[in-house]
């Protein structure tokens, strides 16, 4: 734990470190409190955007931040509308993640005349860095099933380039070993288009494992992992998608995939109905459309605002595979007073047709969707949904300066949520087999402790309680759904 711990604080403030010494046009930087925001202007007369002023930003290009502003120069704003939208538009430009602070504000009105600035830091952008990532689901599993076990973690170097031509477009490097080996290669272009609504993304990727999660029992992974060094499983995967985002918050993704996968034959062995037809290697075309949409304060953790969420893919079109996917993933968080926020979260799966092979029927547990209070187990499954209750309340927040009193000064700031939560759900499976957590309603409760860091990064401490009686303290980084 202390390593994960070290390796955190390592990323954090190396990233940290670069950005104040990046920043040697601080000059351009105008830090604004939230005040300035407000518009005492309460006549109903529209007020005319004469300008849009844009400061410290020296690498992301100008059109990049106007295309995150709902408004533009020339447009007609009443006072109400217009307090509206720079809230709005330092909203997402806080959600791009190319800055560590951002206003928009009114810097001069003349009559109905109003001069806008919007006044950015960036982030660093250039993180060639050491990799270490648990192979297991989540932190307890590895810690408690595993018993920390260094065997279980893979490791290598991650070469992280966001930003990289100022149009907030993205490099990204794997190269892992340990626990598995992988090579991937990712590059996401938001917009190649004029107009700014078209863009695109490539990956690929080739991954080699020495133990492999062929089955479960009694809702628990079941692994092999042979004696001598001989790999179980070899996959690559080659993917590109083509992205359209007409407005602000609305996103849509097409999706096209191709992938193969070969497995020792004593996984077969292990579990006949690991692929199906009892084969050892499969390949398969895929097919996606995801629709997107996002209008929160803060999407990484928010406290205020609507996220949302659809998928539906279609995976092989012979018998090596053959199933149609659809899920579903919302988060709605309402304010009920200053700082205190009831948050309720969805997410919901189906897959046809039913009768699948284990390699299509990892349900909950597996990523994003999971119960709190079960993440020891997993389920499998072919349709189902969890539902989620937070309460939170954010009781302290501080800020932690860099190069304090000089013109590279950086305020890192740390926000505390305490939360009360329940959890339900349910998984379908027609073939559960000894699994105790299938075609029955599910539950668990608990309190905790959520840290939202500087660089979007969130701690989640969770004591849980599920219906079996089970109870402990779970921790979580950035796993949420």
Known sequence: MKCIHLIVIFLVFFGITN????????????????????????????????SISIY????TKPFIIEREIPFKQGDYLTAADLEKQLVVAKQQLVNTSLFLDVSV?????????????????????????????????????????YDHSFQRVNYGVKFLHNN???????????????YSRQFALKYERPFVDRNLHYGYNVYVSYTQQRELNYGTSENIQKFFKPDSLFFVRRAFNVEADYVYRPALHTKHVFRFQYAG???????IALNPNYFPEGKTEISYPEIGYNIQYQHADYNMYPTK????EARLLHRGFNSDVNVTQLQLLSTYTIPLFTKTQLQLKEGASISVPFNQPFYNKRLFGYGQIFMRGLEYYVID?????VG?????????????????GTKKEVNLPFRFFAKLYTDVGYAYDENPSNSMLNNKFLHSWGFGLDVVAVYDIIFKFDYSFNQFGESGLYIHVRTDF
């Open 305 to 308: 605002g609507f996220l949302g």
């Open 19 to 50: 950005d104040a010494v990046a920043q040697d046009d601080s000059a351009k930087y105008v830090p604004v409190s939230p005040d300035s925001l407000k518009i005492s202007d309460t006549s109903s007369k529209p007020l005319y955007i004469a």
């Open 388 to 404: 989620r209750a937070t309460l939170q309340h954010q009781f302290l927040q501080f800020n932690t300066r860099l190069a304090a």
């Open 56 to 59: 410290g930003n020296k690498k």
């Open 105 to 145: 504000f009114i810097q001069n009105k003349f009559g109905e005349l109003v001069f806008i600035t919007v006044s950015v830091r960036e982030r660093w952008y250039l993180f060639p860095l050491p990799y270490f990532k648990l192979a297991d689901r989540n932190f307890n599993t590895w810690w408690v099933t």
């Open 381 to 385: 499954g072919v349709a189902g949904g």
């Open 164 to 178: 990289i031509s100022g149009r907030n477009d993205k490099f990204t490097v794997w190269l892992i070993t340990g």
């Open 261 to 267: 996968e070969k497995v020792a034959d004593t996984i």
